[in-house]
């Protein structure tokens, strides 16, 4: 069992930044925290979740939703078992709970596949 757990969200203004964290506990799993592709969901009310971001294992290659390409970027420090997203140039259309995910790949995490949840952090961008 790996435990995630989101924070950094909040209010903004439109045209801010937030950078949320993801704190993955992974001893239960019997998995190092390296063994997991990484990434990002969004649900906006109404809507169903949608992917934004992910990052392989080793934290080399990342790949993003076209709506947030080029304003967020997601990392991760193996040291801290953290994964973060730094979201610049925010839009009210970014309101949403946001999750992180953990799943086997970066490829599986894309895809969808995803073998573990945080309970999610809300954002909200005011106009």
């Known amino acids: 069992q790996v435990q995630l757990v989101e924070s950094g969200g909040g209010l903004v203004q439109a045209g801010g930044s937030l950078r949320l964290s993801c704190a993955a506990s992974?001893?239960?799993?019997?998995?190092?925290?390296?063994?997991?592709?990484m990434g990002w969901f969004r649900q906006a009310p109404g809507k169903e979740r949608e992917f934004v971001a992910a990052?392989?294992?080793?934290?080399?290659?990342?790949y993003y939703a076209d709506s947030v390409k080029g304003r967020f970027t997601i990392s991760r420090d193996n040291a801290k078992n953290t994964v973060y997203l730094q979201m610049n140039s925010l839009k009210p259309e970014d309101t949403a709970v946001y999750y992180c995910?953990?799943?086997?790949?970066?490829?599986?995490?894309?895809?969808?596949?995803?073998?573990?949840w945080g309970q999610g952090t809300q954002v909200t961008v005011s106009s």
């Open positions: 990052i392989s294992l080793s934290g080399g290659s990342t």
């Open positions: 995910a953990a799943g086997a790949s970066q490829s599986k995490v894309v895809a969808g596949a995803i073998d573990y």
């Open positions: 992974c001893a239960a799993s019997g998995r190092s925290f390296t063994r997991y592709g």
